[in-house]
Structures are given as structure tokens and as C-alpha cells.
């Protein structure tokens, strides 16, 4: 096993557990752990050692978790029992919390949890995630990570919640494809069966087949989802639609891992990995009687939450750029980075469906090599004249970003001086790194911006 590495902190002082007891332990565990302050930004998980739980500690983890929340928290040998305090530091982003001295093995505890991480961090950069999942904004790969987690190293159901348009049949596939690659059982194949699109009468042959004779024109037997699924995965969409009388009897196919035929007798088998989505709130529609609580318990042994568009719209320039790539036939596509102002701060009550149309319609009317420009975008869809051309500003996004930042506690100086230093980020990252064009946008002088940066790097 290759050796891991990882970033570890004291809060509170190391007396209780002196620096070089814990890195040999860890080093003993095959894992290589150097100081936070050592480790500069090199993206490794960390570990943080804590004595007391207080607001520093708990600010500490939520600055260091960051979006993949891949940092341990745990409790110096002596520590008072965590209790509560445990809960405050998972919310605040660690990814677990337990005592040094609670566990009989607690390096080969960390080890085994860096070694889970990676892999879940090598299929996340694969070609088999990648290729289908665009976007790298906090959330997104938040979810991402939880998919491939759960994907990969179990056989547990999934429940697929989100808004429509949010790519929940995506997410299917994904469980299905890394499951098939799992040499511990056979891939099998992924039977797709969407409830707002099966006719009512017929419902109970879609899910369970039906026998020669079961039914006026059932000329021939024929095999349901139940039958094409087994060995593979049944993936079913809008799962809130789903009668109860079939909630029921999909629940007793879940248990029991049998189901009989329309028309039939004879007790068939079947073994297959059940992915279910839905708009719908589950929760509400349980506490309607609309749905049966004990089919909700067993279809969400896993539950995914896929953000909407709107909560990540850092992906909005990634994603327009591979749909016009996918529909202009090329390996990448320029945008006008003015068109793409416009696209970024737009609503997209479809998600990122809508947004795909949208691209669809602009990629029709563009034409050259040249980059898409204002004029591809649809007049129906142009920002109102009134405003110049330009949108809204500050919009709503901004007041929904400052109103989580004033909830955890952030000030206004923090608030300015990280907005500045995210503006320049993206107006370079925009301009492939060119400081002229990048300080243009900015409205600041290139010396301007290239003493910002280097104060920024010096800083850090």
C-alpha cells in the first residue's frame, strides 16, 4: 500500500499528545504526517488534535475541512468525554470525530479512512465521473464524492432527490456504472423504468411481467423490470408517482427479493441494485399518507440531494462551455466573455436542462470559428435595454452568498477582502492568465493588479 500523507494541528496545546508520538504512530500506520504549517496549499486530508471545544476550534475546521470536508478531528488522550461538542464539529466540516485513546487501533483507524478518500478522489478525476459530470463548484463535488462513495463500496439503495433538471438520471447511471466494475458481483444491466410514463392498467406487467393469457391481448409471456433488472441495477425515475397499491408490492420485491407474474404462480427470484428518484418531498407526501414510510426507509438506505444550478453557479461557464463543445463539434468553445456574464447571472428554473437548451438554441445560430458571441444569444433571452445590456447587479445570488457568510460569523473586512481577492481570481482565470486583459475587466491598472497578487502570495 503506497504511503499517505496528511496535515495534522494542535488546538489547545500537544502535551497530551506529544508531536512525535503521533507521527510515529502514524508513520508505523504508513501514513506520512507533517505539520499545517509544512504543508502549505498541497490539497492533503488533514487531522486536527483538539483538547477543548471551543469557537477557535470550530473555526479553525470549518476554514481547513474545505469542500470535501476530508479532515479528522480528534480528542487528545485524557480529554473529557466529547458529548455533544462531537455534533458541533461535524457540522462545522469534519468528517469525523472520535478520542485518541477510545479506539484500540486509532492510527490504523486514520490510515484506512486516507486510504477510502483516495480512492474515492481517483474515481472522482476518472474518465468513467468526468466525462459525464461537469463542474467543480463546493457542492457539486460534495455530492460527487457522496455518489462515488456510496457507488463504489457498497450495494446499498439509493434515493435521488432534487429539483427537475438537476441530473438525477446521471447520477443513476454513475451508481450503476462504478457498481458494475466491482469484480465482486456481475455488472448486469441498467433497466431505466419512469413512473409518470407507465399507463396504470398496465403498471403491474411493466414492474412484474405477465403470462400468456394474463390479460386481453397478452398473446406471449413477457419479462418486467423486475426480470430485465436482475444482476444489474433498476433504476426508477419519479418514484413519488408511484400508487401505493404498487408501493406495497414494490416494498415486498425489496425485502423479499421475489415477485410473481401477472397472471402467474410461481415464485421468480431477483437480486438487483434499486436507484429511485424524485421531485417530490418525500417528507410531505409520508406525512400525506401519499406515501409508505416503510417503502421511504428502505428506498433511502443512501440518500443524494443534487443541488440546483442556482446553489453552484461557479459551473454555469464550464458547463456552457461543453455543451457548445458537444454541439459545435469541437474539442473546446470561446465564449464572449460578456455573453457569459449574462449566461452566469441568469435564473435557470430548469437547471441545468434549461441551461443545455439555452446553449442548443445559441450554438444554432452561431456561425465561423470564431468565439459565441452576444449576437447568438436569442432575443427573447437578451437583458433588458434599461439596464444597458447589462444584468442586475448586485443580484440575488450575491445577497443569498453574503447571507451564509454573515451566518457563520464572517465580517465585513473578511467579506471585502475575500470578494476582492475571488473577483481577480476569476477575471485572470477568465483571461487564460493574461494580467492586461484581466485588469481591464477589473478597472484597475496592470501594476495595480500585479501588486495585489504578489501581496496575495505573500501573504498565503
Known amino acids: 500500500m503506497a504511503r499517505q500523507r496528511l496535515w495534522f494541528d494542535y488546538h489547545g496545546g500537544r502535551s497530551l499528545l506529544p508531536e512525535s508520538s503521533l507521527r510515529e504512530a502514524l508513520r508505523q500506520a504508513g501514513v506520512e504526517a507533517r505539520p499545517r504549517r ?44 466529547l458529548g455533544r461538542a462531537a455534533w458541533r464539529l461535524l457540522a462545522a466540516g469534519a468528517a469525523d470525530v472520535f478520542a485518541w485513546d477510545a479506539v ?30 461537469v463542474g467543480e463548484s463546493p457542492a457539486l463535488r460534495a455530492a460527487l464524492r457522496q455518489v462515488v462513495d456510496v457507488a463504489r463500496f457498497t450495494r446499498s439503495p439509493v434515493l435521488v432527490t ?85 408501493q406495497a408490492e414494490l416494498l415486498r420485491v425489496v425485502q423479499e427479493k421475489t415477485y410473481k407474474r ?32 416503510d417503502l421511504f426507509y428502505r428506498l433511502a438506505v443512501w440518500h443524494c ?20 463543445a458537444a454541439e459545435l463539434g469541437k474539442r473546446s468553445a470561446e465564449v464572449d466573455p460578456l455573453l457569459m456574464d449574462v449566461l452566469v447571472a441568469r435564473d435557470y428554473p430548469g437547471n ?21 458571441t ?17 444584468p442586475a447587479w448586485p443580484d440575488a445570488a450575491l445577497r443569498r452568498s453574503l447571507r451564509r457568510a454573515l451566518a457563520r460569523g464572517v465580517g465585513l473586512k473578511e467579506i471585502g477582502n475575500a470578494a476582492a481577492d475571488l473577483a481577480v481570481e476569476l477575471a485572470v482565470g477568465d483571461a487564460d492568465g493574461n494580467l492586461q486583459v484581466a485588469a481591464v475587466r477589473l478597472g484597475v491598472t496592470d501594476r495595480a493588479l500585479q501588486m495585489r497578487r504578489k501581496c496575495k502570495e505573500e501573504a498565503d
Do not use: Y
Open 38 to 81: 509544512e504543508s502549505g496549499k498541497s490539497g492533503d486530508p488533514g487531522l486536527v488534535c483538539f483538547r477543548r471545544v471551543d469557537d477557535s476550534l470550530l473555526a479553525l475546521i470549518r476554514e481547513a475541512s474545505g469542500a470535501d470536508r476530508r479532515l479528522l478531528a480528534i480528542a487528545a488522550p485524557g480529554t473529557v468525554r
Open 104 to 133: 484500540p487501533e486509532p492510527a490504523g483507524l486514520v490510515a484506512v479512512r486516507l486510504e477510502r478518500w483516495r480512492e474515492v478522489d481517483r474515481l472522482v478525476r476518472s474518465s468513467a465521473v468526468a466525462d459525464g459530470v
Open 162 to 246: 432534487g429539483e427537475s433538471g438537476t441530473g438525477k438520471e446521471l447520477v443513476a447511471r454513475l451508481v450503476h456504472r462504478l457498481g458494475a466494475t466491482d469484480g465482486a458481483r456481475p455488472g448486469g444491466e441498467l433497466i431505466v423504468l419512469d413512473c409518470t410514463t407507465v399507463v396504470p392498467e398496465l403498471s403491474g406487467s411493466e414492474f412484474f411481467g405477465h403470462e400468456r393469457g394474463a390479460f386481453t391481448h397478452a398473446v406471449s409471456a413477457r419479462d418486467g423490470a423486475f426480470a430485465l433488472a436482475d444482476g444489474g441495477t433498476l433504476f426508477i425515475d419519479e418514484i413519488g408517482e408511484l400508487p401505493r397499491r404498487l
Open 262 to 293: 401477472v397472471g402467474g404462480s410461481r415464485w421468480l427470484s431477483t437480486d438487483f441494485r434499486l436507484v429511485c428518484a424524485t421531485n417530490r418531498d418525500l417528507a410531505a407526501e409520508m406525512a400525506s399518507g401519499r406515501f409508505r414510510r
Open 305 to 324: 440531494h443534487l443541488p440546483p444550478l442556482q446553489a453552484r453557479p461557479e459551473d454555469v461557464p464550464a458547463l456552457v462551455r461543453h455543451f457548445l
Open 352 to 372: 441545468v436542462r434549461e441551461l443545455k437548451q439555452l446553449v442548443g438554441r445559441m450554438a444554432a445560430r452561431h456561425v465561423g470559428e470564431g468565439p459565441v
Open 374 to 390: 452576444l449576437g447568438d444569444l436569442p432575443e427573447e433571452e437578451r437583458p433588458c435595454a434599461a439596464t444597458d445590456g447589462a
